[in-house]
């Protein structure tokens, strides 16, 4: 079946314009994820959504972040006034349940950022 | 919070060798335990997993046993190939909540004819 997609696959930027990275979980998948990729940084988790719950958006690392997900399916991560330090891999996974550790994350193959 | 602790690459390796690469976490709870893998130009995705104690994941010909006295869940291959090169990540799943994951620092391996 179809796994996860992101869109787009590259994207370039000039610092301080806003851009938006889209997140397609697979379907029937309550747990989304988003996490960057970068080469100072490593994998870094940024923000869960589970379902109906509040998001966990523990992992932003300003307010220049957000993300939301409609209709508990498709997930939208807005970056604002970006700067260089955000160029990187952003990666978005989906699990079946979430709420549960054992739960395997299934990734898509990422947006590349790159902002000039 | 949960930490991971991963062998430092790049590790490069003759075809048919065995290979091994270290991971130790610190995580609260009891999480469960990932091996996952970046081949070249791909996505991310799982090689391996471990839910509970002294559990052995296995696929591919890899294996790695949940050692919870020693927090470890060291990655191994009898005999690699030229197509195992790739980056190899380490990950715990949250132990108490839910199961986000903290990655290591990935290890490249690269497998030599």
């Known amino acids: 079946g179809a796994g996860v997609s992101q869109s787009p696959s590259n994207k370039v930027t000039e610092k301080g314009k806003d851009v938006e990275l889209r997140c397609d979980p697979i379907s029937g998948h309550t747990a989304l994820y988003w996490y960057r990729q970068s080469l100072g940084q490593g994998l870094e988790f940024l923000i869960y959504f589970q379902g109906n719950s509040a998001p966990d958006k523990s992992g932003l690392p300003s307010d220049r972040f957000s993300a939301e997900r409609t209709g508990g399916s498709v997930s939208t991560l807005t970056i604002q006034r970006t700067q260089q330090e955000d160029s990187a891999v952003y990666l978005c996974?989906?699990?079946?349940?979430?709420?549960?550790?054992?739960?395997?994350?299934?990734f898509g193959p990422g947006t590349r950022l790159t902002v000039l | 919070g949960d930490s991971v602790t991963q062998m430092e690459g790049p590790v490069t390796l003759s075809e048919e060798a065995f290979l091994t690469i270290n991971c130790t976490y610190t995580a609260t709870g009891y999480p469960s335990l990932f091996w996952y893998v970046q081949y070249p130009g791909e996505g991310l995705q799982l090689l391996l997993k471990a839910t509970k104690a002294d559990d052995k994941g296995s696929n591919k010909g890899f294996e790695a046993t949940y050692r919870k006295e020693t927090t470890s869940f060291h990655l191994e291959k009898g005999s690699v190939q030229v197509s195992d090169s790739a980056v190899y990540f380490c990950a715990p799943s949250g132990g108490t909540s839910y199961g986000k994951l903290t990655f290591g620092q990935g290890t490249i391996l690269t497998v030599h004819p």
């Open positions: 996974a989906s699990s079946l349940w979430g709420a549960r550790s054992t739960d395997t994350q299934y």
